[in-house]
């Protein structure tokens, strides 16, 4: 075997050189382990093991305590089981130790596979102008009542609301893209019917914008077939 990880493709997955001054670095066949954290100002330090797998995914399993049985994690979810302020950006905020120090995800090797199987996902499901055939998908507070939109352009997008409709307690305030309380307003119903077609803007669906299972939505963590399953929980 040559140095470092081997992908199924036969090339090196990450060279030793690239990971020797990584703290923690376990091979596996198909997958690297490291060891990783997240900084919460007022929880402190949140340590974890981080899998990176040959297919881009990335898997963290929780060691903020003794007996914390969070596994499986994606980094957006292991951030927010740290308590991390400024949620949100987990490619910034999830770090490894490099040369003894803490460096963010974004600024290590580590990416690299998730970052290009992103991109081929998101190429391999758009329309003709380019755009992504994910229209905007609604989401009931459990607390007022009200639908909230999300947007399922990126495949961090789909998972945001893949997590929020699969959370049976969601609430407004754990929207993501902007600063929702349940005191705001809901959006307008001829508001609503813009739901990002890119046939029809008024589109209340049609196969240029309703997926039922690609790249972007499907999740290798989750045993549900898309993240579309989950839509009978919303409003049409």
């Known amino acids: 075997m040559a140095n470092g990880v081997e992908r199924e493709t036969g090339l090196v997955l990450f060279s030793d050189d690239e990971l020797r001054e990584m703290s923690g670095v376990n091979r596996g066949s198909d997958h690297i382990e490291v060891t990783c954290g997240c900084t919460s100002h007022r929880y402190g330090d949140a340590v974890g093991r981080l899998r990176v797998f040959v297919n881009g995914d990335l898997e963290i399993t929780c060691e903020c305590t003794p007996g914390c049985q969070e596994d499986k994690l994606t980094p957006a979810a292991f951030e927010k089981h740290s308590g991390r302020e400024t949620a949100r950006k987990w490619k910034n905020n999830v770090w490894v130790i490099d040369n003894g120090k803490k460096v963010p995800l974004c600024k290590t090797v580590l990416l690299k596979y998730h970052n290009e199987a992103s991109k081929h996902a998101n190429a391999s499901h758009r329309s003709n102008n380019?755009?992504?055939?994910?229209?905007?998908?609604?989401?009931?507070?459990?607390r007022c009542n009200k639908e909230r939109r999300f947007r399922l352009r990126t495949k961090e997008e789909c998972?945001?609301?893949?997590?929020?409709?699969?959370?049976?307690?969601?609430?407004?305030?754990?929207?993501?893209?902007d600063k929702i309380t349940c005191n705001d307003e809901e959006e307008r119903a001829s508001r609503r019917v813009y739901r990002g077609c890119t046939r029809s803007p008024t589109c209340q669906g049609c196969t240029s914008c309703v997926c039922f299972g690609c790249e972007i939505c499907r999740f290798s963590d989750c045993s549900c077939q898309t993240c579309t399953d989950f839509t009978r929980?919303?409003?049409?």
């Open 159 to 177: 998972r945001i609301h893949h997590d929020a409709l699969a959370d049976v307690n969601w609430k407004c305030a754990e929207l993501p893209y």
């Open 130 to 142: 380019g755009r992504a055939c994910h229209r905007d998908e609604f989401v009931c507070c459990t």
């Open 233 to 236: 929980n919303a409003k049409t």
